[in-house]
């Protein structure tokens, strides 16, 4: 996981299986076993330090049926699941939740700015040349092209 996306217990971050098999750097990396090559869904622990987490620490989720398929015994399942259910139902392929100081103040200014329906939008920026273009998309985005956030509102309850 990237340090510093989400810090120590403030957030939480999950990404779609069926979504990133097709990216070679991640498929070499997923070492949880996933039976059948079914679509998964892999999620950070609730109330845990993200950046000591291992792959034992994830829990996993099957995403049509929304059982889980591994527990780590000690470990909470993020309160931020419904979000990220919310996030993948409407395409999404990972979801970082975050409290950063930066990310609330960004969204704030989106909605101010262009309505509560809006989402954050970048361009010409070279961190986005390592983000694939999309789903069934070849290839990752360019300096010239567009990445399109949604901001999905908190709420006390998710769901």
């Excluded at 109330?47 to 291992?54: F, W």
């Excluded at 069934?136 to 956030?149: A, E, F, I, M």
Aim: glycine share 8%.
């Amino acid at each position: 996981m990237p340090l510093n996306k989400v810090t120590g217990t403030g957030g939480g971050t999950s990404i779609r299986r069926d979504s990133i098999l097709s990216w070679p750097f991640v498929r070499s990396l997923l070492t949880l076993p996933c039976p059948n090559n079914s679509d998964h869904i892999f999620i950070a622990p609730s109330g845990v330090q993200k950046e000591l987490l291992q792959p034992r620490d994830m829990f996993v989720l099957d995403y049509r049926t929304r059982e889980y398929l591994r527990r780590p015994p000690s470990l909470r399942p993020s309160a931020c699941t419904p979000l990220f259910l919310t996030a993948f139902d409407q395409g999404a392929g990972c979801c970082i939740h975050t409290h950063s100081q930066w990310a609330v103040l960004v969204t704030l200014l989106v909605e101010r700015e262009f309505g509560l329906d809006a989402c954050f939008q970048i361009s010409m920026i070279e961190q986005i040349k390592g983000l694939p273009r999309g789903k069934g998309k070849d290839g990752n985005l360019g300096y010239h092209d567009t990445l399109r956030v949604p901001i999905i509102e908190n709420t006390a309850q998710y769901g």
